[in-house]
């Protein structure tokens, strides 16, 4: 079973797939994983791509969507 988010699958990624993550502001860690939101395509962390999933954080261009969508009703 091939192993896509480490070492050679990673290398040809810009600063082998690290970055800082757009939801916990975390610095220096690997941003493999794709989430949309609102149309636009996120990459983010392991640990905020399970805390997505599971509901506990949300997407920050979603939390926007939420609170204009609030707003208009």
Same mark, same amino acid.
């Given at each position: ?12 990624? %810009? =600063? ?6 757009? /939801? ?10 794709? !989430?949309? =939101?609102?149309? /636009?395509? %996120? ?17 920050? !261009? ?9 707003? =208009?009703?």
């Amino acid at each position: 079973m091939s192993k896509a988010h480490r070492g050679k699958g990673i290398r040809d990624q %810009f =600063a082998y797939g690290r970055g800082e993550c757009p /939801v916990c502001k975390r610095n220096n860690v690997k941003i493999l994983y794709e !989430q949309e =939101a609102g149309g /636009v395509k %996120f990459k983010i962390c392991k640990t905020c791509r399970a805390a997505i999933k599971n509901g506990t954080k949300s997407l920050p !261009q979603a939390e926007e969507a939420k609170t204009e969508e609030t707003a =208009a009703s």
